[in-house]
T-cell receptor, first 112, second 114 residues
Framework: DTEVTQTPKHLVMGMTNKKSLKCEQH?????MYWYKQKAKKPPELMFV???????INESVPSRFSPECPNSSLLNLHLHALQPEDSALYLC???????????FGPGTRLTVT | SQQGEEDPQALSIQEGENATMNCSYK?????LQWYRQNSGRGLVHLIL?????REKHSGRLRVTLDTSKKSSSLLITASRAADTASYFC??????????????FGKGTKLSVIP
């Protein structure tokens, strides 16, 4: 299994909603990542988990809250988002940091 | 500073031709990675080249790295319509003990015309 899965594929939420994005991999990878990608822009790194510990937080607003319940799962909890947070949210994993990353298909998020 | 700038921003070629994309960066790196992305979808990793390597091949792909010039190139030979996608370089830069930074360039949009 060389796949990273993400759910949901699409999400529309209001600015007062609370929602979560989910990511899963069963490749035994010990590094997992969240990226944000706006249209026609490159992905921007948000969070990195290495061995289930948050190792970097790229000054992401607190309305985004990551969680790594175990080595296979990564969540991104969303609360009080703004319309400018609308983007494609990509999850990725790699054997460890500094290795090639396997990306999921992304969740297309629209904040209304 | 912007790490990983691709050149050109867009490239249109005929099927069967070779496509070359370049990437420049500013700081020292541990490795440089190339990814492709079909429109609105997830990225697919292509090749990782480490800072002590100069060239790597994978099928129709050839990546070179020149650390003295802080640049890399991706060559796709005998292009196919299915190669149409955006191609990104990403640099794994030295950013301090215990930290990790992978920065993507702006990408090259490749169109292969059948």
């Amino acid at each position: 299994d060389t796949e990273v899965t993400q759910t949901p594929k699409h999400l529309v939420m209001g600015m007062t909603n609370k929602k979560s994005l989910k990511c899963e991999q069963h490749m035994g990878h010990r590094a997992m990542y969240w990226y944000k990608q706006k249209a026609k822009k490159p992905p921007e790194l948000m969070f990195v988990y290495s061995y289930e510990k948050l190792s970097i937080n790229e000054s992401v607003p607190s309305r985004f809250s990551p969680e790594c319940p175990n080595s296979s799962l990564l969540n991104l909890h969303l609360h009080a988002l703004q319309p400018e947070d609308s983007a494609l949210y990509l999850c990725a994993s790699s054997q460890t940091v500094r290795n090639l990353q396997y990306f999921g298909p992304g969740t297309r998020l629209t904040v209304t | 500073s912007q790490q990983g700038e691709e050149d050109p921003q867009a490239l249109s070629i005929q099927e069967g031709e070779n496509a070359t994309m370049n990437c420049s960066y500013k700081t020292s790196i541990n490795n440089l990675q190339w990814y492709r992305q079909n429109s609105g979808r997830g990225l697919v990793h292509l090749i990782l080249i480490r800072s002590n390597e100069r060239e790597k091949h994978s099928g129709r792909l050839r990546v070179t790295l020149d650390t003295s010039k802080k640049s890399s190139s991706l060559l796709i030979t005998a292009s196919r319509a299915a190669d149409t996608a955006s191609y990104f370089c990403a640099t794994d830069a030295n950013s301090g003990a215990g930290s990790y930074q992978l920065t993507f360039g702006k990408g090259t949009k490749l169109s292969v015309i059948p």
